[in-house]
Each structure stands twice: as structure tokens, then as C-alpha cells.
């Protein structure tokens, strides 16, 4: 096993423009979230391009599809850029980066919540539940 002392892991709970994002570290039998934010990629006339270009001539739409698809990458990589150089300035490396998929029970997270204060939705157990698993992984 590894040591995961300095090691972090991102979990993430994406919905269509923005995602949740928490950082977790520590061992899977207490881990420490040690950050959480929201990460937006999409706002404004970004969008909802899909009804944006429906009556567009096909090259006007690719161009416009092209231009929002550019921004929202630049976007998320500037988010997910910041929230690992949160995560290096607290001490730690992400070691590994997990997305759940479908729905889970989250009530080991629900303590963690109570200690840390809002937001604590589904969204931040899920992404919370996400990244303890994924130090699990990392550790074994």
C-alpha cells in the first residue's frame, strides 16, 4: 500500500454546464475533504447552442457548435486548473480523478456534511463518495 498522506483525489458530479467537484485525502477509513467548489463551463449565450443553431444554415451552426465547444473546454480546464492548484497549495497531488456513474447510497458522506457546513447536496456526497472510493483504489 501506498502512502496517501501528500496524494489526492478529485470527485466529480457533473450536470450539462457546470460540475461539483471535491478533493479528498487521507485513508479510506477517515478520509479529509480538503477542497469543494463548483466548477461552471457554460454560462450565458453558451448555453443551449443545440436551440441556438437549430435554424442555422449547417455552416453558421458548426461555426457557432465549434466557437461554444472551444469555450466551454477553455473553461473547464481553467476550473479544474484552479482546483488542483488549490489542492498543490494545501499540500497535496492529485493522485487520481473519479466521476460516479448513476446513483448511489451517500449516507457515510452525510456526517461529513454536518462538520463542513453548506453546500453539502447530493451532489458533493455523490462527488465525496466518488473520491473516497477512488482513494481506496489508489491506496490498495
Known amino acids: 500500500m501506498r502512502d496517501g498522506s ?28 480538503i477542497e469543494r467548489r463548483k466548477i461552471v463551463f457554460a454560462a450565458g449565450g ?14 453558421a451552426a458548426a461555426a457557432r457548435i465549434a466557437k461554444v465547444r472551444s469555450a ?13 492548484a488549490a489542492v498543490g497549495e494545501a499540500g497535496f497531488t492529485v493522485g ?9 447510497r451517500t449516507a457515510p458522506t452525510k456526517m461529513m456534511g454536518h462538520v463542513l457546513g453548506p453546500p453539502w447536496s447530493e451532489d ?14 489508489l491506496l490498495a
Open 96 to 104: 487520481l480523478a473519479v466521476v460516479p456513474t448513476g446513483r448511489a
Open 6 to 33: 501528500a496524494v489526492a483525489v478529485l470527485g466529480f458530479r457533473p450536470h450539462t454546464y457546470w460540475t461539483v467537484a471535491v478533493a479528498l485525502a487521507g485513508e479510506p477509513d477517515g478520509p479529509q475533504v
Open 124 to 137: 458533493q456526497r455523490l462527488a465525496t463518495l466518488a473520491a473516497w472510493v477512488g482513494i481506496a483504489d
Open 46 to 59: 453558451e448555453r443551449f447552442v443545440y436551440h441556438q443553431v437549430a435554424e442555422m444554415a449547417a455552416s
Open 72 to 84: 466551454t473546454v477553455a473553461s473547464a480546464a481553467h476550473g479544474i486548473a484552479e482546483l488542483t
